[in-house]
């Protein structure tokens, strides 16, 4: 699975990106939409933010080396709901 704009890293195993925003509403509107997709999935990725943006990691398990096929599909879900989120804004 090909992720855009996501940076896979190592030591320790991660996946990370930033999404940007128009506005404080938007990122707002992402961020419980995202939320949501969190409790949904079981899956709780390291968040900070600013007015315009959101800085996202994906951490391995507990225990783990490597990421998992959850974890990257959760990754391309979180770009679905940005994508979402812009096509509302239109």
Do not use: C
């Not at 930033?18 to 404080?24: G, K």
């Not at 709780?44 to 398990?61: E, L, Q, S, W």
């Amino acid at each position: 699975m090909t992720l855009q704009d996501w940076q896979e890293r190592n030591r320790p195993s991660r996946l990370e990106k930033r999404y940007e925003f128009e506005n404080y509403d938007a990122l707002r509107a992402f961020l419980d939409e995202a939320a949501g997709l969190s409790e949904q999935k079981g899956l709780f990725p390291d968040i900070g933010f600013g007015k315009t943006y959101a800085n996202f990691t994906i951490h391995t398990d507990e225990g783990s080396s490597e990421l998992s096929d959850t974890q990257r599909e959760f990754a391309a879900l979180l770009d679905t709901l940005e994508t979402s989120q812009q096509q509302v804004r239109a």
